[in-house]
């Protein structure tokens, strides 16, 4: 399902060539619009008549307006089942198209050609379609795989460093929850840059995509993933409400570091370890200013994480670096010191 492609993008072409679509839809934001969309078109090679549909940039964009207007557009431009629409961009593209093209006519063909570190490693593989509800991320979606996933690490070098690092606290937590040896090789790379960064992508892929085989629709094992999102993606939600929001690795790398020391307060791993994670984080990620975040606000989210069950808060806790479990119910008391740990970070080294 995941192909590494070459720079004349032969793979997507052979693809293009050997299905029967109708047309095809390019879904792009404003960035991927001006920086990718010319590196695809250059290379794609295809009879297909062909549209650009365009949203602005931005978390704030993945909602039921903007999936309505994508819907309305393909209505106008009498897009059949047989229609195939390109996700081309970051984790908010894929999130959005895939939802989008999963729901319009009860479901058409889509790809996924991510363009951000994130969304290679992480949220375009899994077949997890989504859009935000309110302030609340993700909570209205599909589970429907792409086509394909086409990987054009190139496309890192049109990314600010900013974007890059909150990708790479994606492939930190697939080394946490699932590979010990790739989180040793991850925490070596001094510089956050594509050439350091691209050796350890195909890893990072094969580790979320051999997770989902086993667990497609979220049962069991897949909920290891969520690692660090319980609590990342509560910051996350109340970032947006204020509108202040922030990139999602720099919440889950929040998340992290919370629910390592979690972990330990818990009794699953060891200070040393704990402490170790932390320290390796932290040389990559700024302090996240959560001083202003009331317990009750945080709680309130966290009790509507969808791994939830029975109103009991279920988080993914670490047992070891490379092993993680899920559906580990903590005490409320614990859940607040690993808060509290977190905002006497900025006091003790940030």
């Known amino acids: 399902m995941i192909t590494i492609v070459d720079d004349n993008f032969s793979q997507l072409n052979g693809f293009l060539h050997e299905k029967s679509f109708s047309k095809i839809f390019i879904l792009v934001d404003e960035n991927t619009h001006e920086y990718c969309l010319p590196i695809l078109l250059g290379n794609m090679e295809t009879d297909l008549g062909f549209e650009i549909l365009e949203i602005e940039a931005g978390e704030e964009m993945k909602n039921i307006q903007t999936a309505n207007q994508l819907w309305e557009i393909l209505t106008e431009m009498r897009a059949d089942r047989k229609a195939l629409v390109i996700n081309l961009g970051g984790g908010v593209i894929t999130d959005m198209g895939g939802f989008v093209a999963s729901t319009y006519k009860r479901g058409i063909q889509f790809i996924n050609i991510p363009t951000t570190l994130l969304s290679m490693c992480d949220a375009s593989i899994g077949g997890k379609t989504g859009i935000d509800l309110m302030h609340y991320k993700n909570m209205v979606g599909t589970f429907t795989f792409p086509e394909?996933?086409?990987v054009y690490p190139q496309f890192l070098e049109t990314l600010p460093f900013k974007e890059v690092r909150s990708g790479f606290a994606e492939m930190l937590k697939h080394g946490l929850i699932a590979?010990?040896?790739?989180?040793?090789?991850l925490i070596k790379i001094h510089k956050l840059d594509t050439e350091g960064i691209t050796p350890h992508i195909q890893t990072s892929m094969s580790i979320k995509q051999n997770v989902v085989d086993l667990d497609f629709h979220e049962k069991n094992i897949r909920k290891t993933l969520n690692f660090g999102?319980?609590?990342?993606?509560?910051?996350e939600s109340l970032c947006l409400s204020q509108g202040n929001p922030i990139l999602h690795g720099e919440a889950v790398a929040m998340g992290m570091i919370s629910e390592t020391h979690l972990s330990y307060l818990e009794g699953l791993i060891?200070?040393?370890?704990?402490?170790?994670i932390i320290e390796n984080i932290q040389k990559y990620y700024p302090y996240l200013d959560i001083s202003d975040f009331?317990?009750?606000?945080?709680?309130?989210?966290?009790?509507?994480?969808?791994?939830?069950?029975?109103?009991?808060i279920n988080f993914s806790l670490l047992t070891d670096v490379g092993s993680c479990n899920f559906?580990?119910?903590c005490s409320q008391q614990n859940i607040q010191k690993s808060l509290d740990f977190y905002r006497n970070l900025d006091n003790e080294q940030l």
């Open 270 to 276: 060891s200070k040393e370890d704990s402490e170790m």
């Open 148 to 150: 394909k996933i086409f």
């Open 229 to 235: 999102h319980t609590i990342g993606h509560a910051v």
């Open 294 to 312: 009331k317990d009750e606000d945080i709680f309130s989210l966290l009790l509507n994480d969808k791994k939830n069950a029975d109103s009991k």
């Open 327 to 329: 559906d580990h119910q």
């Open 179 to 185: 590979d010990r040896s790739h989180w040793d090789s």
